[in-house]
């Protein structure tokens, strides 16, 4: 059987560790205790953790064991230990986003994802590393130190959300969350042979995940399978009345369509601005091999032009930092968080000040005064203008190619994983990570990374994007899946099985 | 697009609450101008796309109106919970640094 963990379940699927534990073949507290252990065992190379929450986790295991022992019928995914991005506040447990400002905070409040994950009896290990406020693509931008891709310590994991990607790839946890404002679950499932979904904009809840961009902010599933993936969807997935852009209507069904798992009859596009020029050469030879499967496995495949999709990036970078230099202004000094200066001389506006220039990295300060200028005026129509009527012509293009296929897909990233250190103090050349997966958040559809192989000339992994139309999110479990099941027949095991151990 | 001088920069991170230091202050300026150098392509991209039609700008992917929800009583956070998170409270509220001038 495929989802066997052969007695160590920390390489269980979640499907298969959930399976287990409703028959009875091992309990939650096992489960946790496990992955409790390994996180001691390796997260000091790894640094996936900023907090572990092993009390909560393991009150949380009993609870779903006493639930068993009483025959109360347990969800899908009851027992099954999570690894939260730090960005989602959980009360009582501290909640940093990677910054310095919020250090020591613990919330009052559960954001909706972490409500529904305790309805849903996940067992939440603890929080994740992230770069500070999600803005990076590294990890490296973390206040407290940047993560370790497992397939070499020496590369970043993507980011923002690289904790999370690397606590599956170091199997640490078989399920995360993550949070993708312009790529942050995908490329990091890309650079470590992981999954991960960005759902269609308002799919999940936004309640309680502390913002960045909120136009394009979207919380969604990191997993090491395509189906585990889509049990965690369907578990946060859904309206929520305390997100006023919180969709309401019925969540595609993302895990029949991971189970179907046939791409026969489907019309596929190619992204043809996401190809040549600037790409490694290791990530098109596994894409244009991955394309060339899905045509085999009966999909249609098709080339699509997208023209404005090379002015996607540009525009993220304008609309993104605008809509932060805004959203950041909460922190004040006043309510939570740092203070610093407050001497009983300084007034509130130099203590803010001093608090925000202690508090913030530099990147999250960058962003902030790219956002600040962007919305001066004199500036105004030129940059934010102009890149808010960008994004209409991204949104036109999508419906054009829409209308011909039913799905889009690209490299998730151009590159695999970098060397940590590379593209530190060099933005631009960090925010080209980006470049394929911006378009989506910008449109607001739906966005899915799968892995298609390692490149041959570094051996690291290398993914797959799919993008599918706004509340088809089911379309990329179907192709997700078809994919997922054909590479791993041919190469006889899952990629991540591959990745050496720490 | 005019270069952003360190004068410049100050004024932003005045705007910014960012009490910057020297060094930030010219380092930031550099980068500053670097990526809007690369990014101030969108008004050319919306010109040359647009093939001269008036393209409306979108904030937003989701067309939403006033979005309400039932007016209901619901519990609300904890007092002591909130103010034991705040980095001064005093009687039963956040304290706050001095919010007038001297003059």
Redesign the interface.
Known sequence: MSTAFDGDLTRGTAAALAAAIKAGDVTATEVAQAHLDRIAKVDEKVHAFLHIDAEGALAQAAAVDAKRARGEELGPLAGVPLALKDVFTMRGVPTTCGSKILEG?????DATVTRKLREADLVILGKTNMDEFAMGSSTENSAYGPTRNPWDLTRIPGGSGGGSSASLAAFEAPLAIGTDTGGSIRQPASVTGTVGVKPT??GVSRYGLVAFSS?LDQGGPCARTVLDAALLHAAIAGHD??D??S?DQPVPDVVAAAQRADVLGMRIGVVKQFDGEGYQAGVLSRFHEAVDLLRELGATVVEVDC??F??A???Y??IAPSEC?SNL?RF????????VG?D?V?????????T??AG?GPEV??R???G??AL?SGYYD??Y?????????I?RDFDRAFADVDVLVSPTTPTTAFKIGERVDD??AMYLADLCTIPTN????AGMSIPVGLAPEDGLPVGLQIIAP?MADDRLYRVGAALETALNTKWGHPLIEEVPSL | ?PA?TRE??AH??????????ED?LVH?AE??N???G??????E??QQ??QGQD????????P?VN?T??DVERPC??PA??LG????AQDQR?R??????ED
């Open positions: 905070w613990r919330p009052p409040y904009y308002g136009s009345p305390l006023s852009t969709i023209p404005s090379d002015s990036l540009s525009a970078y304008l230099s202004a004040d000094a006043m309510r939570y968080g740092l203070r407050d009983g300084n007034g509130v506006e130099e203590v803010m000040a001093l925000r220039e913030f300060k960058r902030i005064m790219l600040t200028y001066s030129a940059y203008g102009s890149a808010q009527q960008v994004r209409t012509l949104i933005p631009m910008l449109a607001g559809n706004a | 697009m952003i410049e920069v932003l991170a005045r705007l910014s609450r960012l009490d910057l230091s930030e930031y980068q500053l670097v990526i809007l690369s990014v101030a392509r969108v008004s991209a919306v796309l647009g393209i409306p700008p979108t904030s937003h992917a989701l939403l979005v929800r039932p956070l904890d919970e909130v998170q705040a980095p001064a956040f706050v640094p001095r919010i007038l001038g």
